[in-house]
Every structure is written in structure tokens, then in C-alpha cells.
């Protein structure tokens, strides 16, 4: 098999040729990120966000981190860092998964069928077992507001400016309003 690093280059290599926008941090090959689009006919279709990878070494033995820059409402994803709950990356990664399959397959199956019972995000969780109809109505909202093509370039030049790290670089420009747009509390 190949070395780390050369089957790093080739994953992003396929992901870039691909109909993603891959759009490299700091001029390096470990950190970029991906334009993703909602799935259709889900109540994310039409929404655009920006997704940061952040490649470790020892990829693809070591899973990526993904995290999303742009807000997003869903139970399994935290909306301040934007980081992800899904077990395929977080806990049964293989390196026989390739990148293409984190945003062909596990960010669009994650949307698509949502785990209450798992959050990240109690009170997206809450409402989607509550009512459904109202979850569904607050995830186009957050489509609506902070899921347009211009929301997701605007989280990245944001960002490219500042040099952040760690959580910092998902949560850049999320503090605005967020008591305009906060849940309800779990009772």
C-alpha cells in the first residue's frame, strides 16, 4: 500500500476533480475546505456550507476532522464549533474510506437520518422528537439565514484572515444573534 502522505494527496486529488470547491488552508495539503450542498429533497436542500477537513498525519489510518464553519440546525452537530457526532469518523473509521466517501455518503446519510438519541445539539435533539414538522421548519430556517452560497464564502474569507486553530476556526462569526436564534431549552 502506499505511504500516508502520498494517499492524503491522492484522496484530496479525487475530491478536487470531483464537483466539490476544495479550497486549501494556509497553502497546505492537511487543512482545507469543502463547499457542501444539502441533500435533496431533505429539509437542507438548497443550503450551502463551508465544511473544514483537517487531515492528520497519519491519514488514512487516522480519521479526518470535520467540522461545520457556517451554522447548521441538526441534532448530531454542534452549533457553536460546528464539529460532528458520526461514528464512521469519529469512532469506525478505516483507511479503506477515502474522502470522497465523507461527502458523497457519511455528511449526506448524517442529514438525511439525524440521531436524537445521540446529540451534540440537545435542543435541535428536543424538538425533533417533539415535533418533527417544527425541527423540520427551524433546519430550513437556519438554511435560509446562514446556508447560502454567500454565508458559506463569507465563514471562509473570515476566517482566512485571522489564523485560528482547534474549535476556535468553527465557531468564527457564530456569536452574532445567537439569542435571536437560540433553541428552546430542554425542559
Same mark, same amino acid.
Given at each position: 500500500?502506499?505511504?500516508?502522505?502520498?494517499?492524503?494527496?491522492?484522496?484530496?486529488?479525487?475530491?478536487?476533480?470531483?464537483?466539490?470547491?476544495?479550497?486549501?488552508?494556509?497553502?497546505?495539503?492537511?487543512?482545507?475546505?469543502?463547499? +457542501? %450542498?444539502?441533500?435533496?429533497?431533505?429539509?437542507?436542500?438548497?443550503?450551502?456550507?463551508?465544511?473544514?477537513?483537517?487531515?492528520? #498525519?497519519?491519514?488514512?489510518?487516522?480519521?479526518?476532522?470535520?467540522?461545520?464553519?457556517?451554522?447548521? +440546525? %441538526?441534532?448530531?452537530? #454542534?452549533?457553536?464549533?460546528?464539529?460532528?457526532?458520526?461514528?464512521?469518523?469519529?469512532?469506525?473509521?478505516?483507511?479503506?474510506?477515502?474522502? $470522497?466517501?465523507?461527502?458523497?455518503?457519511?455528511?449526506?446519510?448524517?442529514?438525511?437520518?439525524?440521531?436524537?438519541?445521540?446529540? $451534540?445539539?440537545?435542543?435541535?435533539?428536543? $424538538?425533533?422528537?417533539?415535533?418533527?414538522?417544527?425541527?423540520?421548519?427551524?433546519?430550513?430556517?437556519?438554511? #435560509?439565514?446562514?446556508?447560502?452560497?454567500?454565508?458559506?464564502?463569507?465563514?471562509?474569507?473570515?476566517?482566512?484572515? #485571522?489564523?485560528?486553530?482547534?474549535?476556535?476556526?468553527?465557531?468564527?462569526?457564530?456569536?452574532?444573534?445567537?439569542?435571536?436564534?437560540?433553541? %428552546?431549552?430542554?425542559?
Amino acid at each position: 500500500m502506499s505511504s500516508p502522505s502520498k494517499r492524503r494527496d491522492m484522496d484530496v486529488m479525487k475530491l478536487m476533480m470531483s464537483d466539490y470547491t476544495v479550497e486549501p488552508i494556509n497553502d497546505g495539503i492537511n487543512e482545507f475546505n469543502v463547499e +457542501f %450542498h444539502g441533500p435533496k429533497e431533505s429539509p437542507y436542500e438548497g443550503g450551502v456550507w463551508k465544511v473544514r477537513v483537517e487531515l492528520p #498525519d497519519a491519514y488514512p489510518y487516522k480519521s479526518p476532522s470535520i467540522g461545520f464553519i457556517n451554522k447548521i +440546525f %441538526h441534532p448530531n452537530v #454542534d452549533e457553536l464549533s460546528g464539529s460532528v457526532c458520526l461514528d464512521v469518523i469519529n469512532q469506525s473509521w478505516s483507511p479503506m474510506f477515502d474522502l $470522497l466517501n465523507v461527502f458523497e455518503v457519511f455528511l449526506p446519510q448524517l442529514l438525511l437520518y439525524p440521531n436524537p438519541s445521540d446529540p $451534540l445539539n440537545g435542543d435541535a435533539a428536543s $424538538l425533533m422528537m417533539k415535533d418533527k414538522a417544527e425541527y423540520d421548519k427551524k433546519v430550513k430556517e437556519y438554511c #435560509d439565514r446562514y446556508a447560502k452560497k454567500q454565508d458559506a464564502d463569507n465563514s471562509v474569507s473570515d476566517e482566512s484572515d #485571522d489564523e485560528v486553530s482547534g474549535n476556535e476556526a468553527y465557531s468564527d462569526g457564530r456569536s452574532e444573534s445567537e439569542d435571536e436564534v437560540a433553541g %428552546h431549552a430542554d425542559p
